[in-house]
């Protein structure tokens, strides 16, 4: 079958979940580090996007958002909105988060954020186990903003209370997150039961090629790649930091220089899509997770592609 997208310019695909490119990071708040990123990622087949912000404190992250939110009512980048990715997280499942900025679960600051975001924060991800993170759920849910469940050591029962209050989203199923078990499914075995949006970062490093291609057989009507893509995008291997940690880049793979936990990736939406079409999944499969199903997933329009 013929690749899906155009050649030789690709556009129009849709990433949920990435934190920067090009060396500019989104949790800068710096409009021309988040431009040169924004940037990049329109030039590697992204046409609409979500910026992604890392566990940081809290006046820290109001300050971030301010400055994204800034951004996408300007108009001028694929930037249409913004992802937290914490600081609500599980300490043993936190990955490249910073603990030292994890905190219990505060509808109070939730709503600090979203005002701060001025209606542009799309989406925060959380670890439903954790007190009061039920009461930020129904209270995300009130302010329009999608609740996905990601960094969490939850067991079945615990996701499936999120997603009976509202929670919609797996972050990057399979990591940061308690495995799937025969005898205690987790995480994993609650979003594709529930049939929640479940992100798939499709780089040959987070996800073996046959769980790939077992999700979105199973659930192509739910399966979503993202990048997850870190600052580090675009550019040789080297040092760099994600969140106030120092970072590796080795053989394009990113991962925390201390303890070795993989630090998102260096991946485009491109190089999602011809990941997945390469693993084996259906091309017309492949367009969905890439466009459909993300804009779908948090409430965005299409971008022409």
């Given at each position: 079958m013929p690749?899906?997208?155009?050649?030789?310019?690709?556009?129009?695909?849709?990433?949920?979940?990435?934190?920067?490119?090009?060396?500019?990071?989104?949790?800068?708040?710096?409009?021309?580090?988040?431009?040169?990123?924004?940037?990049?990622?329109?030039?590697?087949?992204?046409?609409?996007?979500?910026?992604?912000?890392v566990t940081a404190p809290e006046d820290d992250l109001v300050r971030q958002i301010?400055?994204?939110?800034?951004v996408v009512e300007a108009g001028d980048t694929v930037?249409?909105?913004i992802h937290l990715e914490g600081p609500f997280l599980s300490e043993p499942r936190c990955g490249a988060q910073n603990p030292a900025f994890l905190q219990?679960?505060?509808?109070?600051a939730l709503h600090r954020w979203v005002d701060a975001g001025r209606g542009h924060v799309r989406m925060i991800t959380l670890a439903p186990e954790l007190p009061g993170a039920l009461d930020v759920v129904a209270a995300a849910v009130d302010r329009g903003v999608v609740v996905a469940v990601g960094h969490t050591d939850a067991t079945y029962d615990q996701c499936s209370q999120a997603?009976?209050?509202?929670?919609?989203?797996?972050?990057h199923l399979f990591n940061g997150m308690r495995p799937l078990h025969h005898r205690d499914p987790g995480p994993v075995g609650a979003a594709l039961d529930h049939g929640v949006w479940c992100e798939l970062i499709a780089d040959g490093e987070h996800l073996h090629d046959a769980t790939l291609r077992l999700v979105a057989r199973l659930r192509p009507d739910r399966a979503v790649l993202v990048t997850d893509a870190m600052s580090a995008a675009g550019l040789p291997d080297g040092a760099?930091?994600?969140?106030?940690?120092?970072?590796?880049?080795?053989?394009?793979a990113a991962r925390l220089s201390e303890g070795g936990s993989l630090a998102g990736s260096t991946l485009t939406m491109r190089g999602a899509v011809e990941h997945a079409l390469a693993a084996?999944?259906?091309?017309?499969?492949?367009?969905?997770?890439?466009?459909?199903?993300?804009?779908?997933?948090?409430?965005?329009?299409?971008?022409?592609?």
């Open positions: 690749d899906p997208l155009p050649e030789p310019a690709p556009a129009g695909l849709v990433d949920i979940h990435c934190h920067g490119g090009a060396g500019g990071d989104f949790a800068s708040a710096d409009p021309e580090q988040i431009r040169a990123a924004a940037a990049f990622h329109a030039a590697h087949g992204t046409g609409r996007m979500l910026a992604s912000l301010e400055v994204l939110a800034q930037v249409a909105g219990p679960p505060s509808v109070a997603f009976s209050r509202g929670a919609t989203v797996a972050t760099y930091a994600l969140g106030g940690q120092a970072v590796t880049v080795a053989a394009g084996g999944v259906e091309p017309d499969t492949v367009r969905r997770m890439a466009r459909e199903n993300p804009a779908a997933a948090v409430g965005l329009t299409l971008p022409p592609g």
